[in-house]
C-alpha cells in the first residue's frame, strides 16, 4: 500500500510542480524502503516452501520488483534533476511495472496455500485449564447470586431466611477465590514437577533408610551387578551432573519459571542412580563405618536436595517474591557444600584403588567449559577484577606445581598416595580453569585473555597425562617405563604452570610483581621467626669479627631506604603497570636486604643477651609484617578508581609506614647498644 500510494503521488497529474518537487524525494526514499523489505519477505518466503514452483515465483517477483524499483529510481532521479513534462511522463510510465509488480505479487500471495492457520487448543491444554476456568466461574456465578440477594436484603434487611442465603452465597464466592489462586498457583511454570521431584526424593530415602538398617544388621547382601569400581564411578558421576546443575535452578527459582521444571526433573532423574549405587557400593565394601558413611552422606545429600525443591517450588521462579530468594540460596549453599563432601570422599576412595576416569572426566569438562563463549552468569563470581581473579589463580597454579612434584616423590616412596595428590590436582585445575573464565572476561585485552584461556587448558590435557600414569603406576608399582612417563609428565605440568603464570603476569605485570613480593616477604617473616626462636635459646652466635656499632649504620640506611621505597610502591598503585613492578620489587629487595643486615647486628650482640636480640629482630618481623599488608593493598587498589573501597584500605595501610621511621631504629639500636 505504502509503494502504491506513493507512485500515485508521482503520477497525479494534478499536482503543481511545487509539490512534485517536494514528493520526489520523499517518493523515493518509500520505495526503495519498502521495496526492500518487499524483496526480504519473497526470499523468506521461498527459504520456508516446499513447493518449487511457488519458491520460483517467490523469486521471480523479487526480481521484477527490483528491477521495476530501479528504472522507477532513473526515472525519480531525472525528474528531480529537470522538471519537464516529458520526464514527469517517463516517471508516470516507469511507475506502472512496479505497481504492477508488487499486485501480482500480493495477489498470489494472498493464495489460500500461504493463509497462516489459527492456533488450537489441544484437549490436554483445555484439560489443564479446566481447574482456572472452572473456579473463576464458580467465583462469577457466586458474585452474581450474591448481588441478586442483595437486592432482595436491601428492600427487605429483616428477613432472615434472605440473610442466611446472602451469607451462604458469600462463603461460596470466598472458597472459589481461594480456589482459583490454589489452581493458579498449582498450575504455574514447575509446580507439577516440583511436586513429582519431593515424592521422587522422599522414595529415595526411604530406601536408604532401609539399606542402612540393613547395614547395621549386617543384612545388607552384596550386589553383584557391577564391580566396586564401577559403582563408585557412577556415584561421583551422578553427583558431579547435580552439582553442575545447582546454581542452574537456584536462578530458575529465582526469575525464570521457564526454565524450572525442566531443571528439576533433570536433577531429580539423578538421584535414582546415585542412591542405587550408593547402595551397591556400601554393599560390596566391607568395613562397616565405611559403609555407614556412603550411607549416610548420601542420605544427607537427598534430604538437602528434597529443601531445596522445596524452596524452589515456594519461589516459583516469581522475581518479585524477594522474601523466597534467601531460603534458596541457603539451600544451595547447603546442597553444594553436603555435595563436595560426598564428592571429596568417593574420589579418595576411588583414587585409592587406582579408578581415575571420573578425574580425567572433570579436567576434560573444565577445558571445554574454558573455550565456551557463553558462560553461565551464576558460574562467575561478580564484582571480581582482573587482579582478584590474577591472585586466586596464582594461587592455585602453585599448588598444582608442588602437587606435580609431590607426585614425582611419592611414586618411589609411597604409590598409595598417588590417588590422593591425583585427586587433590583435579580439584585444583577445576578451580583454575573456573577462575580464568573470570580473568579472561574481566581483561581489556583480548589477546590476553585468549593467551590465559589457551595456557590453562594446555595445562589440564598435561594434567590429564599426569593423572593417568598415577592411576597405571597404582595399578603396576614396579613398571619403570610408567614411573618415567609420570615423572616426564609431571615436569610438564610444571612447566605449563610457568606459562600460565607468564600470561598472568603479561595481563598485570605490576599486579604480579605484588603477589610475588607478598609471597618473598612471607617467606622472609617465617625465617625471621626461626632466627628468633634461637635467639631465645641463646644460640644466635657471632660468626665474624663486626661489632654492633659497625652494624648499625648500615641497619639505619637501610631502613631509611625503605621508607623511600614503600613512599613509590604507595605511589605505584595509581601509575601504570611498570612502575608498581619496579616499586615491588625494590621494596622487596630492601626489606630482604634490610633482614639481612638486622640479624648480623642481632648476632653480633651475642648469645649472652638474648632479650636485646630479640627485641631487635621482632623490630624488622614488624616491619616486614606492615609491608607485607602494604604490598597486598596496593595490589588490590592497583588501577581503581579515588572513591574505591580499596583506595581506603590502601589509605590506612600507608599509615603502617611509621614502624618504617629511621628515627625510631635508631632509637632502638641506641637502646640495644647501651644493653
Known amino acids: 500500500q505504502a509503494i502504491q500510494m506513493a507512485c500515485q503521488n508521482l503520477t497525479n497529474p494534478a499536482s503543481s ?200 544388621s549386617q543384612n545388607l547382601k552384596p550386589r553383584d551387578e557391577k564391580s566396586l569400581k564401577a559403582y563408585q564411578e557412577q556415584m561421583i558421576n551422578s553427583a558431579r551432573e547435580i552439582l553442575d546443575r545447582i546454581d542452574l535452578i537456584r536462578q530458575a527459582a529465582k526469575e525464570e519459571p521457564q526454565n524450572l521444571g525442566h531443571l528439576i526433573s533433570t536433577v531429580s532423574s539423578y538421584f535414582e542412580p546415585l542412591a542405587r549405587s550408593a547402595i551397591g557400593s556400601a554393599s560390596r565394601t566391607v568395613n562397616s563405618k565405611q559403609q555407614m558413611n556412603i550411607l549416610d552422606l548420601t542420605k544427607t545429600v537427598t534430604e538437602s536436595a528434597l529443601q531445596f525443591t522445596y524452596a524452589c517450588k515456594e519461589g516459583g521462579g516469581n522475581p518479585k517474591a524477594s522474601h523466597t530468594h534467601g531460603p534458596i540460596d541457603n539451600a544451595a549453599d547447603d546442597m553444594k557444600d553436603v555435595l563436595q563432601d560426598l564428592l571429596q570422599t568417593m574420589e579418595e576412595a576411588a583414587s585409592q584403588a587406582g579408578v581415575v576416569n571420573s578425574m580425567i572426566d572433570t579436567i576434560t569438562k573444565s577445558i571445554a567449559r574454558t573455550d565456551e563463549r557463553q558462560i553461565d552468569r551464576m558460574t562467575i563470581i561478580e564484582n571480581l577484577s582482573f ?32 590417588g590422593v595428590l591425583a585427586n587433590q590436582l583435579t580439584r585444583d585445575y577445576a578451580a583454575l580453569a573456573n577462575a580464568s573464565i573470570g580473568a579472561a572476561s574481566a581483561t581489556s585485552n583480548i589477546e590476553i585473555g585468549n593467551r590465559i584461556r589457551t595456557t590453562v587448558q594446555d595445562l589440564g590435557k598435561s594434567c590429564i597425562e599426569l593423572i593417568q600414569d598415577a592411576g597405571n603406576l597404582q595399578g603396576n608399582p614396579t613398571d619403570q617405563y610408567t614411573l618415567e612417563d609420570l615423572n616426564d609428565h609431571a615436569k610438564s605440568v610444571q612447566e605449563k604452570v610457568s606459562y600460565v603464570l607468564a600470561a598472568l603476569q603479561a595481563g598485570a605485570r605490576g599486579t604480579q610483581a605484588c603477589i610475588n613480593a607478598a609471597s618473598t616477604v ?104 606492615a609491608l607485607s599488608e602494604l604490598i597486598c593493598a596496593t595490589k588490590n587498589a592497583s588501577g581503581k578508581s579515588v572513591s574505591d573501597p580499596t583506595m581506603l584500605t590502601l589509605k590506612d595501610s600507608a599509615k603502617m609506614r611509621s614502624k618504617f621511621n629511621p628515627a625510631e631504629v635508631r632509637h632502638l639500636c641506641a637502646i640495644t647498644a647501651c644493653t
Open 17 to 216: 510542480q511545487q509539490q512534485i518537487c517536494f514528493q520526489v524525494l520523499s517518493a523515493a526514499t518509500v520505495v526503495a524502503k519498502h521495496t526492500s523489505s518487499l524483496c526480504n519477505s519473497c526470499r523468506l518466503a521461498s527459504s520456508k516452501t516446499a513447493n518449487p514452483v511457488a519458491k520460483r515465483h517467490f523469486v521471480q517477483s523479487a526480481k521484477d520488483v527490483a528491477n521495476s524499483t530501479a528504472n522507477l529510481v532513473k526515472a525519480i532521479k531525472a525528474l528531480d534533476s529537470d522538471f519537464t513534462e516529458e520526464n514527469r511522463q517517463k516517471c508516470a510510465e516507469a511507475a506502472k511495472p512496479l505497481i504492477n509488480a508488487v499486485d501480482e505479487l500480493t495477489t498470489f500471495a494472498s493464495s489460500p496455500e500461504f493463509a497462516s492457520k489459527p492456533a488450537k487448543i489441544s484437549a490436554q491444554a483445555r484439560l489443564a485449564q479446566e481447574p482456572i476456568t472452572q473456579s473463576g466461574k464458580a467465583m462469577i456465578e457466586g458474585a452474581c447470586n450474591m448481588l441478586q440477594v442483595a437486592k432482595q436484603l436491601a428492600a427487605n434487611p429483616k428477613d432472615p431466611s434472605t440473610y442466611q442465603l446472602y451469607s451462604h452465597h458469600s462463603k461460596s464466592v470466598s472458597e472459589s477465590i481461594k480456589r482459583l489462586v490454589a489452581n493458579i498457583k498449582d498450575s504455574a511454570p514447575g509446580q507439577q514437577e516440583c511436586d513429582n521431584a519431593i515424592e521422587h526424593l522422599n522414595l529415595i530415602i526411604r530406601d536408604l533408610d532401609q539399606a542402612s538398617l540393613a547395614a547395621v
Open 387 to 418: 587482579v582478584d581473579h590474577q591472585t586466586n589463580m596464582v594461587r592455585l597454579a602453585k599448588q598444582i606445581a608442588r602437587t606435580a612434584q609431590d607426585m614425582i616423590s611419592k611414586s618411589t616412596t609411597n604409590v598409595g598416595q598417588l
Open 522 to 625: 612471607s617467606g622472609i617473616i617465617g625465617d625471621l621467626d626461626t632466627t628468633i626462636m634461637f635467639a631465645s635459646a641463646g644460640t644466635l652466635n657471632d660468626e665474624g669479627s663486626d661489632s654492633f656499632a659497625d652494624q648499625r649504620e648500615n641497619i639505619l640506611k637501610t631502613a631509611k631506604a625503605l621508607v623511600e621505597d614503600t613512599k613509590t610502591l604507595v605511589a605505584g598503585a595509581a601509575s601504570n603497570q611498570e612502575q608498581l613492578a619496579v616499586a615491588a620489587q625494590c621494596a622487596v629487595k630492601t626489606i630482604t636486604r634490610l633482614a639481612d643486615v638486622v640479624k648480623l647486628g642481632a648476632a653480633s650482640i651475642g648469645s649472652d643477651q638474648p632479650e636485646a636480640q630479640v627485641l631487635l629482630i621482632n623490630a624488622v618481623k614488624d616491619v616486614a609484617s
